[in-house]
């Protein structure tokens, strides 16, 4: 089966990890350093269920309540990592300041997106439940994972399941064409 090309972008507040889970995903490292990013696009071979991809991750800016949607990200974009951090109820917040503008610029009523709680690893400034950021996800009717870029916990689980959730959307797609067709 031939390759299939698809592009995610990693959004969210600042400093809630998009670069730390990106790199340890393609790179399988964690830099305990902080350089906020501009913008950094990560290539990445991966299979799931013998169908083999080539990834490409853009890891975004952050972004805050006042930020603008790049408009660069609503277009030819497959799928969405959408990370808070759960030491940060504003991190929280934005990410559903976030999810409306995406929304909003797509004109779509359904985007696959995986919703991640990082920083598993930081219990003890734990600030946002497990079951928030369930609950969250499941009004978007979105996947929801927490996860530790840190101590690399469903890490590669976040990207393989926004990958199936694309083959999904694409499915559904497929179907809806052949009925209007026929
Ligand atoms: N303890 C812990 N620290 C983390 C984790 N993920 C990221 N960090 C730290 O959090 C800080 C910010 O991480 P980045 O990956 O740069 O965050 P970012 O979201 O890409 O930041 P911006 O580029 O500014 O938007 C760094 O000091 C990381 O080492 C994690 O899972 N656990």
Redesign the pocket.
């Known amino acids: 089966m031939p390759f299939r090309q698809r592009k995610i972008a990693v959004m969210?507040?600042?400093?809630?990890?998009?670069?730390?889970?990106s790199i340890q995903f393609v790179e399988g490292q964690?830099?305990?350093?902080?350089?906020?990013?501009i913008e950094n696009t990560f290539t990445k071979s991966t299979r799931i269920n013998s169908q083999d991809y080539e990834l490409q991750l853009v890891?975004t800016?952050?972004q805050d309540e006042y930020s603008i949607f790049p408009s660069q990200y609503s277009i030819d974009v497959h799928g969405y990592v959408l990370?808070y951090s759960i030491t940060s109820e504003k991190s929280f917040d934005v990410i559903k300041i976030i999810y409306d503008k995406l929304l909003d610029i797509t004109g779509k009523v359904h985007v696959p997106l995986v919703l991640v709680g990082?920083?598993?690893?930081?219990h003890m400034e734990r600030m946002i439940s497990y079951d928030e950021g369930r609950k969250l996800a499941e009004g978007w009717n979105a996947i929801f994972l927490e996860?530790?870029?840190?101590?690399n916990t469903s890490v590669s689980d976040i990207f393989h399941t926004l990958l199936m959730e694309i083959e999904k959307a694409d499915t559904k797609m497929n179907e809806k064409s052949n009925c209007l067709i026929s």
Do not use: E, I
């Open positions: 969210g507040y600042r400093s809630v990890g998009k670069s730390s889970l964690f830099v305990d350093s902080y350089d906020p990013t890891d800016a952050g990370v990082n920083k598993t690893d930081l996860a530790s870029a840190k101590q």
